[in-house]
């Protein structure tokens, strides 16, 4: 667990040195939305993705568990295991829409 959290941190701290090489443009960008709107957006889509994560993961976990307690009925979680994990993706997905809605977008003219 500390070791896949490191990585991660690790990944995220670099990623921002990759992306670097148009700083005048990305700054631009930046301080056209707000830095407070980039952090919101960022804080945001870190959420949602983090949330429907755990739920896919629970979700596979529960169809995992009743596969191995009745075999039989294997097809059927299947079916509605794959229905569970299209839901729950697509409210990450609703969640990056309003994000980058809030990050490209002035709301109220502003």
Not at 24 to 45: D, E, H, L, R
Not at 46 to 55: D, H, K, V, Y
Not at 66 to 72: D, K
Request: charged share 10%; aromatic share 4%.
């Amino acid at each position: 667990m500390r070791k896949s959290l490191l990585m991660t941190l690790a990944m995220v701290l670099v990623a921002s040195a990759a992306y670097a090489s148009d700083a005048p443009a990305a700054a631009a960008a930046v301080a056209a939305v707000g830095p407070t709107a980039a952090w919101a957006t960022a804080i945001g889509m870190a959420i949602a993705a983090g949330l429907c994560g755990l739920g896919q993961g629970m979700g596979l976990k529960a169809a995992c568990e009743g596969t191995a307690r009745n075999p039989e009925a294997g097809g059927k979680l299947t079916v509605t295991l794959i229905l569970g994990l299209a839901f729950i993706e697509s409210l990450a997905i609703y969640a990056l829409v309003v994000n980058l809605i809030l990050l490209f977008v002035k709301p109220l003219g502003a």
